[in-house]
């Protein structure tokens, strides 16, 4: 599976859009972007996933770049639950099954 | 609730003795997942299961950790003779048979080895 980098941690004020990013420079043609989310003493709770077309949903949106070495996670209105430790996740997709390689993500500080 | 259920949540227990942990994945799911978290660290995969077939065992899985799932639905994860570096959160996840069809996790068991 490609690997990801993501900044150790990020701030933001609460209503106000959280964008978090990813780096997947290495991504293959069949890798998937997957985005889980780990808030303190819970296990990692799936947001979104996408391979090349933008995705969104009622948690999040995922923008994905036309050259799909990077991503971005949206949360259009942070609010304080959203803060989490945040994992993007670039999965290799075949006939078979495929586990998911966390790294140690982003720390997302939400702030009145 | 049909999530991914894990019991017990926290358990304490001594060097040496042996512990085990259930999983029981969401209903109609056919794979499953048990993963190790460590404080700090992201979740790293330990094994997996295709119904009631072991598939996949990483190498953090020693030879004192044994999973199972006879039956093709829960599953139990057991340690023997714990050692302090077995302290850790394990996480069970699982999915259904679509190959892109995402994991999802229980809330974990938190395992304290004194």
């Known amino acids: 599976d490609a690997k990801t980098t993501q900044p150790p941690s990020m701030d933001c004020a609460e209503g106000r859009a959280a964008n978090l990013p990813c780096n997947h420079s290495?991504?293959?043609?069949?890798?998937?972007v997957y985005w889980y989310r780990q808030i303190h003493s819970q296990g990692p709770q799936y947001i979104i996933h996408?391979?090349?077309n933008n995705e969104t949903n009622e948690m999040a949106s995922l923008i994905i770049t036309e050259d799909r070495k990077s991503s971005t996670l949206i949360l259009p209105h942070a609010t304080l639950r959203d803060t989490a430790v945040y994992y993007c996740i670039v999965r290799t997709l075949n006939s078979g099954y495929s586990t998911l390689t966390f790294g140690k993500g982003t720390m997302l500080l939400v702030s009145p | 609730d049909t999530g991914v259920s894990q019991d017990p949540r926290h358990k304490i227990t001594k060097r040496g003795q042996n512990v085990t942990f259930r999983c029981d994945p969401i209903?109609?799911?056919?794979?499953l997942y048990w993963y190790r978290q460590t404080l700090g660290q992201g979740p790293e995969f330990l094994t997996y299961f295709q119904n009631e077939a072991q598939l996949e065992k990483s190498r953090l899985l020693s030879d004192r950790f044994s999973a199972e799932r006879p039956k093709g639905s829960f599953s139990t994860l057991e340690i023997q003779r714990t050692e302090q570096g077995d302290s850790a959160m394990y996480l069970c996840?699982?999915?259904?048979?679509?190959?892109?069809?995402?994991?999802?996790f229980g809330n974990g068991t938190r395992l304290t080895v004194t």
């Open positions: 209903s109609e799911h056919n794979r």
């Open positions: 996840a699982s999915s259904s048979d679509t190959s892109y069809s995402p994991l999802h």
């Open positions: 290495t991504i293959s043609g069949n890798e998937y």
């Open positions: 996408g391979l090349k």
